[in-house]
């Protein structure tokens, strides 16, 4: 496959994923848990804070909500980055590189940056997703799935905010 994966059989395995997710945590917790990846932030970063800090922790009233602890989300989030390496040496395309070749082209070779850019950016996210109440990746994939009009929506707005935003940053491929 030096062409990468197919998206179809990407969406599919995904939204496979999502059906899993949803049969498998209503047996267990008695109602459905739907995919998403942002508490799992949260929850390690409360298992972090523990360890210097238990009894702020436990005072704490954002994480009494998102109790610290390692679930299946957690597993998921650590999961992602192996499948990724899976998919990468299956097909061939694993290289190190501590700079992508479009951001060198658009930013230069200066991995501090790229690496300051990179922070910068999931930061955002993550604290965006927090303060929606989750990420945005699991409101639309989950309320698409539940045909949510708050899904659709959600997923309308990444192809109106991002196609702009990724051809002002990296422009028109040549």
């Not at 200066?110 to 300051?116: C, D, E, Q, T, Y």
Request: one cysteine or more.
């Amino acid at each position: 496959m030096r062409d990468g994966w197919s998206p179809y059989l990407g969406g599919a395995l995904t939204g496979l994923l999502l059906v899993l997710s949803v049969l498998v945590t209503q047996q267990l917790f008695g109602h459905p848990r739907y995919l998403g990846t942002s508490t799992a932030y949260v929850r390690v970063a409360g298992l972090i804070e523990k360890a210097f800090s238990g009894d702020k922790v436990a005072q704490n009233l954002y994480y009494q909500k998102e109790k610290p602890r390692i679930d299946w989300k957690v597993m998921l989030v650590f999961g992602v980055p192996f499948g990724a390496l899976g998919a990468a040496l299956r097909n061939r395309e694993f290289c190190l590189r501590w700079v992508p070749e479009r951001w060198r082209e658009r930013f230069g070779p200066w991995p501090l940056r790229r690496g300051l850019a990179a922070f910068v950016g999931g930061f955002l996210i993550i604290y965006g997703a927090r303060l929606a109440g989750g990420c945005p990746s699991g409101h639309g994939l989950s309320g698409m799935s539940q045909l949510a009009v708050s899904g659709f929506i959600v997923v309308a707005g990444f192809f109106v905010g991002g196609i702009p935003l990724a051809l002002l940053i990296f422009g028109r491929r040549k």
